[in-house]
């Protein structure tokens, strides 16, 4: 399979390069041309257009910041629904609303294009080790002709049902994780206050039974009081948004969202997630 790869962020270079690693001939396209340079040294190819990217490419895959960027890309004056797509299968691994997502299939359908809602659970460590988890709407003969990359690219994909399912999906584990995350930086300021040290208690947390990869990763990140983002405040904030307008609430949900919106709101959103402590710390 060929295959087509559109956007070029902190996720999608580490994919696609394993794509590339994993022998298949990639061709890729970006706004910013010049963000392709790392792929374009492994080999990749570079498309001028979204016409030259199709025609070259049996399966295309879309991995962009938010809603209106890849309604952009699939629908907008020169997108890849007016090129001619007719029979091949387009992936779209952003996070986005289910109702996007289901439009997208929609429209994309009328188009005579397959579509997949493939969101991923894993932040740039986990895509460049090629283990994310993948999370995927839409029929089940194209998410079995995708699985062969998918796997590729995480080390578990899941078809969860129609188009919609994966990016419903998506928003439930990264609710999970602003808890999680708030939980911890809460439970940190609590203990500080009872006179704990911070590195005393993310070692009981770590060697507790709550203990997580996530926690041991941020500890260094905590320790010195530095966030690079892993994954940004900012799209937390915008998947907590995403989540209350899906129509499904929560009390620990309304309570995440309003704490990042709020860090957000505080100049916090290009920092690493974890930032939330800082936030907190500073109220």
């Not at 990639?26 to 910013?32: H, P």
């Not at 387009?90 to 996007?100: Q, R, Y």
Request: charged residues 20%; proline residues 5%.
């Amino acid at each position: 399979m060929k295959i087509g790869w559109i956007g070029l962020g902190n996720m999608g270079i580490p994919m696609a390069s394993n794509l590339l690693a994993a022998g298949y001939d990639v061709r890729v396209w970006n706004r910013t041309p010049e963000k392709a340079e790392p792929l374009l040294r492994l080999g990749a190819s570079f498309a001028e257009s979204m016409d030259d990217l199709v025609a070259e490419s049996d399966v295309i895959f879309t991995m962009v910041s938010d809603d209106e960027a890849v309604k952009a890309i699939y629908t907008g004056p020169r997108g890849l629904l007016t090129a001619a797509v007719r029979g091949k299968l387009a992936v779209d691994m952003s996070t986005v609303s289910p109702e996007t997502s289901r439009y997208l299939a929609e429209k994309s359908r009328e188009a005579g294009l397959r579509f997949l809602d493939a969101p991923v659970s894993g932040s740039v460590g986990p895509a460049k080790a090629g283990q994310l988890v993948i999370m995927v709407g839409g029929a089940a003969e194209d998410f079995e002709q995708a699985k062969p990359l998918l796997d590729k690219l995480g080390k578990i994909a899941l078809h969860l049902g129609e188009n919609g399912a994966g990016t419903s999906a998506k928003l439930a584990i990264n609710l999970l994780l602003a808890i999680t995350v708030q939980g911890v930086a809460e439970t940190l300021l609590f203990a500080r206050g009872m006179g704990i040290p911070p590195e005393q208690m993310l070692t009981i947390i770590s060697e507790s039974a709550v203990g997580t990869p996530l926690i041991r990763g941020k500890a260094a990140s905590i320790l010195v009081d530095d966030y690079p983002a892993a994954f940004a405040l900012k799209h937390m904030a915008k998947d907590l948004r995403l989540a209350r307008e899906a129509g499904v609430s929560t009390p620990l949900a309304e309570s995440a969202a309003a704490s990042y919106r709020a860090a957000l709101e505080n100049g916090l959103g290009e920092l690493d997630l974890m930032a939330i402590l800082r936030y907190f710390d500073q109220k």
